[in-house]
């Protein structure tokens, strides 16, 4: 019913800047909370940064003044900015949505932060 797309993952040195980009088609239509999360090697998957419809958001407490989380409702997209990156932000970042419940997925797209 809902498909996310991720883009802007890549390789990028420490202290650098990246942004993903998550692009929602199909059912797009009450999308509630949109979200990124990521998986280490080894690691469980956590949550980075959720953003509401009208704009509220959360952050991990790891990713916070660093990262900022946004989306166009119109263009049903969902950013993430991440500056100041460190090699342990290293991980799969996936885009989440959630409709009537329903949790939606992307395919995931990679970080990797080099020393």
């Known amino acids: 019913q809902v498909q996310l797309v991720e883009s802007g993952g890549g390789l990028v040195q420490a202290g650098g800047s990246l942004r993903l980009s998550c692009a929602a088609s199909g059912s797009t239509s009450s999308i509630n909370d949109m979200g990124w999360y990521r998986q280490a090697p080894g690691k469980q998957r956590e949550l980075v940064a959720v953003?509401?419809?009208?704009?509220?958001?959360n952050y991990a407490d790891s990713v916070k003044g660093r990262f900022t989380i946004s989306r166009d409702n119109a263009k049903n997209t969902v950013n993430l900015q991440m500056n100041s990156l460190k090699p342990e932000d290293t991980a799969v970042y996936y885009c989440n949505a959630i409709r009537y419940g329903y949790e939606y997925w992307g395919q995931g797209t990679q970080v990797t932060v080099s020393s």
């Open positions: 953003v509401s419809r009208v704009g509220n958001t």
